[in-house]
């Protein structure tokens, strides 16, 4: 099972740009990596997915090198509401899934 | 309703009690999934259902039960808890089974067991 680290949390200021990098160093050749975005009280949701090189869309990047062993989610000109917890997910087999222990992004004034 | 609803959103139980949750999802979705999220652990993925077959259980104890009569419903019944059980329990649909299918959860359900 590809095991997922990334950092426990991180600080940044409005209008900042933030990156967490995932280190999933076991990845298998089918693996997609995966991010979700989670806040208080309610279930993760859906922010990025790529497989290799680098995928945008508009709440984020995703930066992923040849090797695939690690990947960084890139938030351009993060705002107070992106404080929250961030995951990375490395899925492989269909069924065999590997959340991170996720990132908490504060995001202060 | 829209997405994924779970009942109830709170739930306070004795470890002889019996309990149900209930994951209802309206995306038309044929993947399902319970998850456990305890304090300052990762998402533990407990089952996967696809169209009404489990296809994953991992190594969940017995006290944990699954059903899925069908592929809008979802259930983990408990019984005989411990307290370590008390977490934070998700739902989540995809369109199929695999990673590459975004996942859509729900609030969850916070359990605790006393």
């Known amino acids: 099972l590809a095991k997922t680290t990334q950092p426990i949390s991180m600080d940044s200021y409005e209008g900042q740009e933030v990156n967490i990098t995932c280190s999933h160093n076991?990845?298998?050749?089918?693996?997609?990596i995966t991010w979700y975005q989670q806040f208080p009280s309610q279930g993760p949701r859906f922010i990025i997915q790529?497989?290799?090189t680098k995928v945008t869309n508009e709440v984020a990047s995703l930066f992923i090198p040849a090797d695939r062993k690690s990947s960084t989610l890139s938030l351009p000109r993060v705002s107070l509401s992106d404080t929250a917890v961030y995951y990375c997910?490395?899925?492989?087999?269909?069924?065999?899934?590997?959340f991170g222990a996720g990132t908490t992004v504060t995001v202060r004034a | 309703e829209t997405g994924v609803t779970q009942t109830p959103r709170h739930l306070v139980m004795g470890m002889t009690n019996k309990k149900s949750l209930k994951c209802e999802q309206h995306?038309?979705?044929?993947?399902m999934y319970w998850y456990k999220q305890s304090a300052k652990k990762p998402l533990e993925l407990m089952f996967v259902?696809?169209?009404?077959?489990?296809?994953e259980n991992n190594s969940v104890p017995s006290r944990f039960s699954p059903e899925c009569p069908n592929s809008s419903h979802l259930f983990l019944h408990l019984h005989t808890l411990q307290p370590e059980d008390s977490a934070l329990y998700l739902c989540?649909?995809?369109?199929?089974?695999?990673?590459?299918?975004?996942?859509?959860f729900g609030p969850g359900t916070r359990l605790t067991v006393t």
């Open positions: 076991n990845i298998a050749t089918n693996d997609y």
């Open positions: 995306l038309g979705h044929n993947a």
């Open positions: 790529g497989y290799k």
């Open positions: 259902y696809s169209l009404e077959e489990r296809v």
């Open positions: 997910l490395v899925s492989y087999e269909d069924y065999k899934l590997s």
């Open positions: 989540a649909s995809s369109q199929a089974v695999g990673g590459q299918y975004e996942q859509y």
